[in-house]
């Protein structure tokens, strides 16, 4: 570890479960790298993840937006594809993106695509797949409404797929955000968590939360509120 990570240690209190404001408030303190740190959430979730009915997806639209600017490829044609563009989209295309993908390039951050692309997108859904970058349904990344998609993902919009040790992970913000929108932000988040739990999914559902920044210490939050609203879920 380094000088600088072992001298925010003291900054956690040891055995402490904070509240979620504490903890934001916390984790900016330990935020001291000299660039603007992604403050981020990680989620443990009670899902066994050898089972395809206990994956968790989804998306949310953070209240405050992610701080991040992110690269949006559109996959669609004619009408649809000038749609895009006039929205916003940074990349957009059919055929011509899908090869320039198989060919290794994966400079964006979210992929849309329309209805009748998808039997195209296939031919790479073993590249995007792994990466979180697969058109969804579920994720509102599969839908013929561009204008709608595009505007929501720039406006702060994110997605979030549990991996295969059943955690979830979002930036919800950075060092620079005021404390109080890294907490509605980070609220909006696992709101949502406990909205798209499995019907599957039996017993203790989340099992921790920790708050951090990018080069910070983890500050583990109390979920008694959001356990509450699974068990009623």
């Known amino acids: 570890m380094s000088k600088r990570y072992e001298a925010l240690k003291p900054l956690k209190e040891k055995g402490k479960i904070y509240s979620l404001k504490d903890a934001v408030g916390t984790v900016l303190k330990t935020a001291s790298a ?3 740190e992604t403050i981020e959430v990680s989620v ?7 089972k395809s009915d206990q994956g968790v997806r989804g998306t949310v639209a953070l ?10 490829l559109v996959f669609a044609k004619g009408e649809k594809e000038k749609e895009a563009q006039e929205a916003g989209a940074d990349y957009t295309g059919s055929e011509e993106l899908i090869t320039k993908i198989q060919g290794g390039w994966l400079d964006f951050d979210v992929a849309i695509g329309t209805p ?3 039997k195209d997108i296939g031919k790479i859904a073993k590249v995007l797949g792994p990466r979180g970058l697969m058109p969804n349904p579920k994720a509102g990344t599969v839908t013929f409404e561009l204008t709608k998609a595009v505007k929501e993902f720039r406006a702060g919009k994110i997605e979030f797929k549990s991996d295969d040790s059943g955690n979830v992970h979002a930036g919800i ?9 890294l907490v509605a932000n980070a609220k909006a988040f696992l709101d949502t968590v406990v909205k798209v739990k499995p019907s599957a999914a039996k017993g203790e559902y ?12 983890g500050i583990p939050v109390d979920i008694k509120e959001f356990v509450k609203k699974a ?3």
């Open 63 to 72: 209240p405050h937006g992610s701080g991040k600017k992110q690269k949006i």
């Open 44 to 50: 443990k979730l009670g899902i066994d993840t050898k």
């Open 34 to 36: 000299k660039f603007d």
């Open 173 to 181: 913000g950075k060092k620079s955000f005021a404390a109080d929108a």
């Open 206 to 217: 989340l099992r921790s939360v920790t708050l951090s920044s990018t080069m910070g210490v």
């Open 231 to 233: 068990e009623e879920e």
């Open 116 to 118: 009748d692309m998808m």
